[in-house]
């Protein structure tokens, strides 16, 4: 079935370890997202891709990278992970920049 | 910077009554307009879209919304809601001319009782 696939669905981790957010698309769409979200202030981008290749900064890039080395693939790394970081995350795409974007079913991530 | 204003966080109505939803953003040359739900634990899910053309669009599972460029709003409505319905809703922009990136409202809650 098509779709976005996100790995892990859950994950505990201490303080200061490095942790990557897998993100797969397989509806060879051009650009990719993603999203964390927290009780009461809804999903909030953290960076986003337009094609394989580029990336840019959403509006809670901090303590993020991301990399787009091909169409499908889309992880997300925390360097060092921080309590504030613990929240659900999404990743999205989506067409092109005015289409309807496409989410993955979540992580769950718990900063300890 | 544009914005997504949804005015009610929580919305409790009883079964097969009729239901609205409200949003408003800030004013933009132009819009592309979105509502998604969210069921627990789970991702969003694409209710409907206006991207041009007719102002009333309908979406799956019932719902339409209305584009109303004057008052700046797109509200949600269902005219006879299911236990089924109860579930996050969420508004979402993309302003025109930007890089595409959703700007979301913070969700309201709709709990539809028997």
């Known amino acids: 079935i098509a779709g976005i696939t996100q790995a892990p669905t859950s994950q505990i981790l201490a303080a200061g370890r490095r942790m990557t957010l897998r993100c797969t698309q397989d509806m060879r769409h051009n650009a990719m997202y993603w999203y964390r979200q927290d009780l009461g202030l809804g999903l909030r981008l953290i960076h986003y891709?337009?094609?394989?290749?580029?990336?840019g900064k959403g509006e809670v890039p901090d303590g993020y990278s991301v990399s787009r080395a091909n169409t499908d693939d889309f992880p997300l790394t925390l360097a060092s992970a921080v309590p504030s970081q613990t929240s659900v995350y999404f990743c999205?795409?989506?067409?092109?920049?005015?289409?309807?974007?496409?989410f993955g079913d979540g992580t769950r991530l718990s900063i300890l | 910077a544009q914005s997504v204003t949804q005015l009610d966080s929580q919305v409790p109505v009883f079964e097969e009554a009729p239901v609205e939803l409200r949003c408003n953003y800030s004013s933009s040359v132009s819009v592309y307009l979105f509502w998604y739900v969210q069921y627990p634990n789970q991702g969003l899910q694409l209710l409907l879209k206006?991207?041009?053309?007719?102002?009333l669009v309908k979406g799956i599972n019932g719902f339409e919304a209305e584009f109303n460029k004057s008052q700046t709003s797109f509200h949600l409505r269902k005219p006879s809601v299911h236990i089924s319905d109860t579930a996050e809703y969420f508004c979402a922009v993309i302003p025109g001319g930007s890089q595409g990136n959703l700007i979301f409202g913070k969700g309201t809650k709709l709990s539809v009782k028997p």
């Open positions: 999205a795409s989506a067409l092109g920049g005015d289409q309807p974007q496409h």
């Open positions: 206006y991207l041009s053309g007719s102002t």
């Open positions: 891709s337009n094609t394989a290749g580029t990336t």
